[in-house]
């Protein structure tokens, strides 16, 4: 047996516990909790077989109940004497993704970020459209190319066409942007035909992951009239290997910005769902933006039940995203393409002026949340670029 | 043994031999295919395991050499003895969801449909957005929602603002209306970072089924700017539950439309591919529209190497549908809100003036192809209108 050291001052600390899944070597991927540097393999620490899967899923699908007795037993567990062979050094082991995803839904849910891009994408309208205080607007995206952080991102090709030019011509993407976005996860879903209403939020989900919802700017600009987002998101979506619990969260809750209009009933919070999470962008390793959760115009639990308020159901594993944070100032925008104002303005990175994303080029999000005696960590979803396979124009800088 | 009896003129005759996943009674469900009236259990008739699964996934990871094979040996089967205990008639088995559907995308590939609903949307604007005719526009829509042929429809609800309206209501949806469309499913997938060419089509998609892509048109009319549709689309869409192999569709290939201007090179066809499919809509069992999937613009080829071109991984069980299939004439439009001109010119059902649905009504999608010696039937995709649940004002008739 052994006792499971926390740093002074780590952000993973025994009021955060977050779960993901891992391997060493060549062992099979299985449920483990981290625990300060250290990662505990729960099938063997607990003897329960649900966490000796590939994926968190099975663990979610049991329940709020369960989530809240488990980290109990974790909790105890970790305050004492743990089995040696359930530790690891979290140097030791590989990340992956820690669920298999149902559904993949992104909202757009930042009243900074939807101004912007309205700004950038619709020069000559109102920046806002008339539905958007109305609902959180949120579309579809593709669930099978969600990958783990440190999943290399090849620079995609597609169709493009610059307002300057006659026809679209297909080619490497020259606006490769990120969108720095949380992630919540659905761990009980809900049938055909039944919504979940905002109060049922911490009942159906089970924690939150931060996300990294790489943008092709210049494809999605040519393709997204009139349904939407398809090919300029769909190449990859990355996400953090650690699934921070709900029940973690308690001290960072906040109430929303000031809704006005108010919403519709049935969007109304019955109780603050506001997260007071701030982010962290790093482009090759300098930070260069600081995005505030808190800032967010819908909760997450309005997210939920608008999604389900036309009856559609959920399944464990479905992931939902929030668009990208930005706050009021500058330095707060989640996403390159307002950062630097569509390109307009640039900022600096390793001394040069840069708008857009290079190859070799590295993001890492992170993002911390107080507990009330301390912050939590979310650990960090990171991506670098590799060159577009085929015949792709040189980016823009 | 028995012999299987197809009856004269059946659409299920040896060129067709559709696959879906059945059950009897209690009976655990697994895979079937179709022969006249009767259904043969596959795992019982061939002794292969891969047929005893709840879905067709499985057999179609297996491969297209797989498929072939196996259409051979089921052709010689079923043209001799087969044992008793693997046939069953086709009134005594209940259909299930024949895939276990990984990302769904729906495209919007008839010219027909695209300018309807250009005109009927964007009044004021062109009708063809500028890249429509550069790529199949698509989007992704719910995959959980994907349900199988005679799954009752319950009358979503959602937000809805008419023009004549200052602010948005919530309630049962007012103008529900259907999609008929063709969907392929993709049989073996193909990694990230790799575009399916369009000549490669044949290799990675099984099948096709039908598709009603039921859409709720005032909250979609609400919502939809400027992320494309969502909960307008993702309460529920219903496929047929027979899964009608590609190689069943050699005589029923044609090429599309003159494409023009020209794809660009990764888009071009390399051979024929679109199809000519006779479609038919029954608005409580009153035929009301003949959509013909011949005059499609965009090719299942064309569609896919689009979907992929960013280098988007793709599953087993991926399934993408064509979009509303419409042709020029006002007999051949595949949504009522484009038969009915938005309500402004109805249709006399069940002796009354209709524009969209009512509770209690249901549309039966049925199509055939030719074989070269006769035709083949895709069955038919079918739903009934529940009365919404939740505080909905009365709907539009």
């Not at 757009?108 to 008339?130: D, I, K, Q, V």
């Not at 049935?266 to 808190?294: F, K, M």
């Amino acid at each position: 047996m052994t006792r499971i050291d926390i740093p002074e001052g780590s952000l993973f600390g025994l009021d955060n516990l977050p779960y993901g899944v891992f391997s060493v070597g060549d062992s099979a991927p299985r449920v483990g909790v981290r625990v300060g540097d250290s990662v505990v393999d729960l099938a063997a620490a607990l003897g329960e077989d649900v966490f000796a899967r590939p994926s968190l899923n099975a663990f979610m699908a049991q329940g709020h109940q369960w989530w809240v007795q488990v980290r109990e037993r974790i909790t105890a567990l970790v305050g004492g004497e743990v089995p040696e062979a359930a530790v690891f050094a979290v140097e030791e082991v590989t990340m992956h993704l820690p669920v298999e995803v149902g559904d993949y839904v992104d909202f757009y849910a930042s009243e900074h970020h939807a101004s912007n891009l309205g700004r950038l994408f619709r020069p000559n309208a109102e920046p806002l459209m008339p539905n958007w205080k109305h609902l959180p607007v949120g579309y579809h995206g593709r669930a099978g190319t969600v990958v783990v952080s440190g999943t290399d991102i090849v620079r995609p090709c597609g169709q493009r066409k610059a307002p300057d030019e006659d026809t679209p011509s297909f080619g490497a993407c020259r606006r490769l942007d990120i969108e720095a976005e949380l992630g919540f996860l659905v761990g009980t879903g809900s049938p055909l035909g039944a919504g979940i209403g905002t109060g049922e939020f911490a009942t159906h989900v089970f924690g939150a992951v931060l996300v990294n919802d790489w943008s092709a700017r210049d494809i999605q600009a040519w393709e997204y009239v009139p349904l939407g987002p398809f090919l300029g998101k769909s190449f990859a979506t990355s996400i953090s290997p650690w699934v921070v619990p709900l029940l973690a969260l308690e001290a960072a809750r906040v109430p929303t910005p000031v809704q006005d209009p108010a919403p519709l009933p049935h969007l109304r919070d019955t109780e603050p769902w506001g997260l007071d999470i701030e982010l962290s962008v790093a482009w090759n390793e300098q930070e260069v933006a600081q995005p505030p959760y808190r800032e967010m115009y819908w909760s997450p639990a309005q997210m939920l039940a608008h999604m389900t308020s036309n009856g559609a159901s959920t399944r464990t594993g479905d992931l939902y995203a929030s668009g990208t944070i930005s706050g009021p100032d500058k330095r707060q925008r989640g996403a390159f393409i307002e950062l630097t104002w569509g390109g307009a303005e640039p900022v600096t990175v390793d001394g040069e002026q840069r708008s857009f994303l290079l190859d070799g080029d590295t993001v890492a999000i992170t993002a911390t949340a107080p507990t009330g005696t301390g912050r939590l960590g979310f650990g960090e979803v990171r991506g670098r670029v590799l060159p577009a396979e085929g015949d792709g124009a040189a980016p823009i800088r």
